[in-house]
C-alpha cells in the first residue's frame, strides 16, 4: 500500500485536470480520456513523479495507470520508459495504447510537464503545512509497512509481492549508485 493523494482531492476546482479527446484512433476506442493525477502523499519522500489514472469519461471505469518520472533517468523506470504503466497496477486492455498518447502528451506539451510537476510540489508543500491531515495516518502506515519490508521484517514477501510504491528512497538512490558504480568498474 502506498499513500497516493487525489490532486482534486486536495485542490478540488483546480481545473487543471486533463482531457484527451480521441475521435478516430487506430487502437484506442474513442472517447474522452481524464488524467487523473495523484501523488505521492509522504512529505518527506522525493520521489518526483506524477501518477496518472486514466479513466474513461464514458464508462467512469479505470483503463490505465501511467507514471511519469520527472528526471528523465532511465535507471529510474520499469523498461527504460518513462512514462511507464504502473508494474503492481492492474491495467487495462488499451493500456499500452494509452501509455503512448499519455507519452505523446508529455513529450509535446512543455507546459504540462511543468504542471504536474508544480501540482506535486503543492501536495508536497500542503502535507507539510498540514501535519494533522488525516492522509498523514496512511503516509505513517506506509512508512512503516516500507520500513519492515526493506529489513525483512515482513516474512514471505519477495521482491514480486513488495508493495507499490514510487521507488525513491534513499536506499534504492545509494543502490542504484552502487549499481552504476560497479558497472563502471567493470567496464575499466
Ligand atoms: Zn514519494
Do not use: W
Not at 486536495?10 to 478516430?24: A, N
Request: hydrophobic fraction near 30%.
Amino acid at each position: 500500500m502506498t499513500a497516493y493523494v487525489d490532486y482534486e482531492d486536495l485542490f478540488p476546482g483546480s481545473q487543471e485536470t486533463r482531457h484527451l479527446q480521441v475521435l478516430s484512433d487506430p487502437v484506442l476506442p474513442a472517447d474522452k480520456y481524464v488524467l487523473e493525477e495523484r501523488y505521492c502523499a509522504d512529505p518527506a519522500c522525493d520521489c518526483r513523479r506524477a501518477r496518472l489514472e486514466v479513466v474513461s469519461a464514458r464508462t467512469r471505469r479505470l483503463l490505465a495507470v501511467v507514471c511519469y518520472a520527472f528526471d528523465d533517468d532511465p535507471a529510474e523506470t520499469p523498461d527504460e520508459q518513462n512514462p511507464y504503466l504502473e508494474p503492481m497496477a492492474s491495467q487495462g486492455r488499451h493500456a499500452p495504447g494509452l501509455r503512448d498518447l499519455v507519452a505523446h502528451v508529455i513529450e509535446n506539451d512543455a507546459a504540462y510537464r511543468k504542471r504536474l510537476e508544480r501540482h506535486y510540489h503543492d501536495v508536497k508543500r500542503f502535507m507539510a503545512d498540514h501535519p494533522d491531515h488525516d492522509l498523514h495516518r496512511a503516509v505513517s502506515a506506509d512508512r512503516r509497512v516500507m520500513t519492515a519490508f526493506a529489513t525483512g521484517i515482513v516474512e514471505g514477501l519477495g521482491p514480486a509481492t513488495a508493495p507499490s510504491r514510487p521507488r525513491d528512497h534513499a536506499m534504492e538512490r545509494r543502490k542504484r549508485k552502487q549499481r552504476r558504480q560497479s558497472r563502471k568498474r567493470n567496464r575499466r
